[in-house]
């Protein structure tokens, strides 16, 4: 009786402190419990670089625009890619002092023969999309092109990215409805290319007979034929609300309805104005000139007015 | 017989034992029932433990809600404004003052009809008598002070006057204002160290009178033998002259970086640096460029103009990059 007696106690005591031991290490690590909890529940923002899809940006740009456009690309956005190249003509001949030196500053894609100027984007488009095919292929899931006056939202990229499934033949952006047989993406609102659709895009390009244009007429519109010959096709790119994530225009333009005749006619969705002008998910917007990009950039990345609960409203 | 009272005397102690031995098998047993308990109960409040946690040790931002300041705000403009910029303040920052007015002239024979229908869509304080223009501007603000102090001195802690053309985080003013008295006679804003002894805010970057120093204005212009000017100078400079007779003085409003956080023009203008060296002259603090021109938790910019206005809105309120750790870049 008594050894029955002394093992209970003993059987209790051991429990007390097994007891007292995994409360105080619960109670130790309450915050990782807390967020492993909400990771589960919730939200592929909150670790994204852990489910995110593998982003190239290719920002196509000229020297003129180095000191101005391209050093806020890329004091902003630009190194938020997990890779980003800007895509230009570099004529040292033709470049100031100025422009020369800052080349060292940027990560510009070793492309040659890169003819200058806005009768030549199609070319330039295209070899920065074939360069990435052929140095890049493996590393990234996602293939963006866009211009240096564009401000794009790479987080929020991303996330919508990571919701499609980068071996479709499929791309997204701010869709138009007509010139290419079931639409064509917006050039300055930026678009992306998913692994599979560089692949074809690259394959139509090694094809002999194929009709995609090495240069000439509209970069958006050419590459948007060529991937059409390969069974690529563009994806839909709006929120819940039917808001656009990608936008052709500035903000400013799409808020206040500062829409020229012709997007009336171009625009796959109906174009609206206000509130519902913008995701609250936007991704991308066009016509940002350097300024508005620095602003942009410290309201979206620095101000800390975030975590005050009134800011719902 | 020796067994009998071997076992006798051997109960006693064995008896002995064995209520100690009960006694701590039940404490045991009531010890592992109550651990067990607080246990459970404990990771089912997980949450709550942690915030309340965080309040302690931070942030008041976190439940600013239970601990923020009141304030109310006052909007200088004139009806010429009422559809573009008044719009604009309306659809976005002045609501999330506790309470906030437009203080304006009225004078219907002089406004469109549009301007009129817009004012009933508007809080404009019912403040008689304001002499139009931009040389009346002092006596536009020192009526809203007035009416302020005669109306709504009790229901809130700070006063701030701000421009039509000003953008107000005001969540950031709230958590600046949260942990200053506003039973001092202070004033916090962009802080000039010219024209008043002590230096005064500029009128555009907006500021916040305390409590106390609106009771003071008050007092000041109850006083016959004052020297406060009813009107005329420039609003900002004669404001400030006005507290200091009552010895109300600017506050800094500097972050831990030595960042300004009221800004007098807007956010291009302070990053750039392009800003003309008079302006440089009349500044408390060196002008700062680049990414330590403006604070994380900036309060205002001025010379904003509506456009603006609503895309700093949706980049701040709206856009939602924020939950992405990269975006600390």
Not at chain 1, 199 to 226: M, Q, V
Request: charged content about 20%; glycine content about 4%.
């Amino acid at each position: 009786m008594w050894f029955q007696k002394r093992s209970v106690s003993t059987g209790l005591a051991l429990t007390c402190l097994i007891l007292i031991t995994t409360f105080y290490v619960a109670f130790h690590t309450n915050e990782s419990y807390i967020e492993s909890k909400t990771n589960q529940l919730d939200n592929v923002t909150i670790h994204p670089e852990l489910l995110s899809p593998r982003v190239l940006c290719l920002i196509l740009t000229t020297p003129k625009y180095f000191l101005d456009r391209v050093k806020a690309v890329n004091d902003t956005w630009g190194p938020r890619c997990d890779r980003y190249l800007f895509v230009t003509d570099y004529t040292p001949q033709t470049m100031t002092p100025e422009q020369i030196n800052f080349t060292q500053q940027i990560p510009i894609a070793p492309i040659q023969n890169i003819t200058p100027g806005y009768d030549h984007l199609t070319q330039k488009t295209t070899l920065a999309f074939l360069f990435a095919y052929e140095k890049y292929f493996n590393d990234f899931d996602w293939f963006v092109k866009a211009d240096d006056d564009t401000y794009l939202i790479v987080e929020n990229l991303k996330a919508f990215l990571s919701q499609q499934n980068a071996s479709e033949p499929v791309t997204f952006g701010y869709n138009f409805k007509v010139i290419v047989p079931k639409g064509y993406h917006s050039g300055g609102a930026s678009y992306v290319l998913s692994r599979e659709s560089l692949r074809r895009f690259y394959e139509a390009h090694k094809d002999p007979t194929s009709t995609c244009l090495k240069d000439g007429g509209n970069e958006d519109i050419e590459i948007a034929r060529c991937l059409r010959t390969k069974d690529v096709y563009p994806g839909q790119s709006l929120d819940k609300q039917n808001r656009e994530l990608f936008h052709t225009l500035s903000y400013t333009d799409h808020f206040r309805g500062n829409f020229p005749d012709w997007l009336k006619k171009y625009a796959e969705n109906p174009l609206q104005t206000g509130d519902n002008c913008c995701s609250d998910q936007t991704i991308s917007f066009h016509y940002i000139d350097p300024d508005k990009i620095y602003l942009m950039d410290f309201l979206l990345y620095k101000t800390r007015s975030r975590n005050v609960s009134q800011r719902k409203k | 017989m020796a067994n009998n009272s071997g076992v006798g005397v051997g109960t006693f102690e064995n008896n002995k034992q064995t209520v100690f031995t009960r006694l701590l098998s039940i404490g045991l047993a009531l010890t592992c029932l109550i651990l067990i308990t607080t246990f459970y109960v404990g990771s089912h409040t997980n949450i709550s433990y942690i915030e309340f946690q965080k309040i302690k040790l931070g942030n008041v931002a976190i439940h600013s809600e239970l601990l923020s300041p009141r304030v109310l705000c006052l909007i200088v403009t004139a009806p010429k404004y009422f559809l573009d910029r008044v719009k604009a303040v309306n659809a976005t920052w002045g609501p999330r003052c506790d309470r906030y007015f437009f203080i304006t002239e009225y004078i219907p024979q002089n406004m469109t009809l549009q301007q009129i229908n817009f004012a009933q869509q508007i809080p404009i304080a019912p403040i008689q008598n304001i002499t139009p223009g931009y040389d009346h501007l002092t006596q536009k603000t020192t009526l809203a002070f007035l009416f302020a102090y005669e109306k709504y001195f009790n229901d809130f802690d700070w006063f701030v006057k701000a421009d039509d053309d000003t953008y107000l985080i005001v969540e950031n003013l709230k958590a600046f204002l949260s942990d200053k008295n506003p039973s001092e006679p202070v004033t916090f804003g962009y802080n000039y160290k010219v024209h008043v002894r002590r230096g005064m805010h500029a009128g555009g970057a907006s500021y916040a009178l305390s409590r106390e120093s609106l009771r003071r204005f008050d007092e000041a212009h109850k006083d016959p033998n004052s020297t406060c000017l009813k009107d005329g100078g420039g609003e900002d400079i004669e404001i400030a002259r006005c507290l200091r007779t009552k010895d109300v003085y600017p506050g800094q409003s500097l972050d831990k970086q030595n960042r300004e956080l009221f800004h007098p023009l807007n956010y291009t203008a302070h990053f750039s640096g392009n800003i003309n060296t008079t302006f440089g002259k009349m500044t408390e603090h060196p002008l700062q460029s680049g990414d330590n021109c403006c604070g994380d938790k900036t309060i205002s910019f001025h010379y904003v103009d509506p456009d603006q206005i609503y895309l700093m809105d949706f980049c701040l309120y709206k856009l939602r990059s924020r939950d992405v750790p990269q975006r600390q870049k």
